[in-house]
């Protein structure tokens, strides 16, 4: 089945560490995102990339960095100078602007 | 800030009976979406209503689009336990005449069907 796939469902960050999120999609599409959704709250952008090797800046992107070197694959790294990185962090994917996105099933990221 | 503001917060209903949430918005779109979300899980797209039509239609889901007063509905008839969920609404925008396809979501309405 096509999908979306991330890893890990938890992940746990000391201070000072930089984590890497992973995001996955057989689905053959162009775009692909980042969100982060806190409790009770509605979901914000991290960064989008509409095709291989270009990607923006979401409305919150500092502390954190993409890469887009294949079609499938859609890293997030949150680095040590996002201070408060405790959240949900949802990818999704769509085949291209104003269509429907499909989301994973999300990373909860906690601080140790 | 947000776009979409949604109405009301929480609803608790019974099964059967019928669930309408509300989401406003600010600024000119290019489509509405709205998605479902449960508890630990990603979301799940329901319905995308273009900014051109004002009623649409899937099973049990109707969704209604007033552009002039930026503002849409969207209704669960004969709601089951099962459409417990969180909702959410999301705008396509349109800034300077260019969509760009990113969207801006609310802060969603939870929904909560007793058996």
């Known amino acids: 089945d096509g999908g979306i796939t991330q890893s890990p469902k938890y992940l746990f960050r000391k201070e000072g560490q930089n984590v890497t999120l992973s995001c996955e999609q057989n689905?053959?599409?162009?775009?692909m995102y980042w969100y982060r959704q806190d409790p009770g709250q509605g979901l914000r952008l991290i960064y989008y990339?509409?095709?291989?090797?270009?990607?923006q800046k979401g409305d919150i992107a500092e502390g954190y960095s993409v890469s887009r070197e294949k079609k499938e694959s859609f890293p997030l790294t949150v680095t040590s100078a996002q201070k408060n990185p405790t959240a949900f962090y949802l990818c999704?994917?769509?085949?291209?602007?104003?269509?429907?996105?499909?989301f994973g099933d999300g990373t909860r990221l906690s601080i140790l | 800030s947000q776009q979409g503001e949604e109405d009301p917060q929480a609803l608790s209903i019974q099964e059967g009976e019928n669930a309408t949430m509300n989401c406003s918005y600010k600024t000119s779109i290019n489509n509405l979406q709205w998605y479902r979300q449960n508890s630990g899980r990603g979301l799940v797209h329901l319905i995308l209503?273009?900014?051109?039509?004002r009623e649409k239609h899937s099973g049990r889901l109707r969704v209604t689009l007033d552009t002039s007063k930026k503002s849409s509905s969207l209704l669960i008839t004969a709601s089951r336990a099962a459409d417990t969920a969180s909702y959410f609404c999301?705008?396509?925008?349109?800034?300077?005449?260019?969509?760009?396809?990113?969207?801006?979501f609310g802060q969603g309405t939870i929904l909560t069907v007793h058996p």
């Open positions: 999704a994917s769509s085949p291209g602007q104003r269509t429907p996105q499909h």
């Open positions: 209503i273009r900014s051109n039509e």
């Open positions: 689905l053959n599409h162009d775009a």
């Open positions: 999301a705008t396509d925008l349109i800034a300077g005449g260019t969509s760009y396809g990113k969207l801006t």
């Open positions: 990339s509409q095709i291989v090797n270009d990607f």
